[in-house]
């Protein structure tokens, strides 16, 4: 089954940009999406499609993705953006489609 | 409002049974496809279990396949996952989240119930 591999940490100080990956087999060609999940609560799309935004998220949060790696970017990174990242493709040639990664802690210093 | 809200979890004994329900608002239940999505403590998120809209595509992990069956009711906008067998590592919070598709059809999950605790321990 498809394997998708992100940092299990990526620590950043206020103000500054905060780059999150996520690496699997030729991701570039799948549509990346990208969760926020802050503790004790569910998770919140925050990209979807590689770079769009669902309504209601900050132009902070962008996506990119190309060959064998993905990335979340959040610019300008506030206290509240303290959470964990996950990724996530949709492995259609598959009977287990739904991939996620494993998750990142982003920590604001 | 357009929300889930999952119900059903609880405490049960390794062996035993569990069926979680996820009842939906706001929107046509109807017209999307739902998966089951568990957390296990400190862990990161897991997918269980995917059903189409139609009914006509359902996906289980390995880890659940033979044990869990995912089902659905459209006309009472409910999405359901009935676990039997369960063990102790089938303990997690277990959420259900509603699919959107891309383009290429690939799917997405726009939004999230809050999700039920299942402890599974003797």
């Known amino acids: 089954s498809y394997v998708l591999t992100q940092p299990p940490s990526v620590s950043v100080a206020p103000g500054q940009t905060a780059r999150i990956t996520c690496g699997g087999n030729n991701i570039g060609s799948k549509t990346v999406h990208w969760y926020q999940q802050k503790p004790g609560q569910a998770p919140v799309l925050v990209v979807y499609?590689?770079?769009d935004r669902p309504s209601g998220i900050p132009e902070r949060f962008s996506g990119s993705n190309s060959a064998n790696t993905a990335t979340l970017t959040i610019s300008r990174v506030e206290a509240g953006d303290e959470a964990d990242y996950y990724c996530?493709?949709?492995?259609?040639?598959?009977?287990?489609?739904?991939?996620f990664g494993g998750g990142t802690k982003l920590t604001v210093l | 409002e357009v929300q889930l809200v999952e119900s059903g979890g609880g405490l049960v004994k390794p062996g035993g049974s569990l069926r979680l329900s996820c009842a939906a608002s706001?929107?046509?239940?109807?017209?999307?496809?739902m998966i089951w999505v568990r957390q296990a403590p400190g862990k990161g998120l897991e997918w269980v279990s995917s059903?189409?809209?139609?009914?006509?595509?359902?996906y289980y992990a390995d880890s659940v396949k033979g044990r869990f069956t995912i089902s659905r009711d459209n006309a009472k906008s409910s999405l359901y996952l009935q676990m039997n067998s369960l063990r102790p590592e089938d303990t997690a919070v277990y959420y259900c989240a509603r699919a959107r598709t891309t383009v290429t059809g690939h799917w997405y999950f726009d939004l999230w119930g809050r999700g039920t605790l299942v402890t599974v321990s003797s």
């Open positions: 996530q493709v949709w492995a259609s040639s598959s009977d287990h489609p739904v991939v």
């Open positions: 706001g929107f046509t239940f109807s017209s999307y496809s």
């Open positions: 499609d590689d770079s």
């Open positions: 059903i189409s809209s139609s009914v006509g595509y359902i």
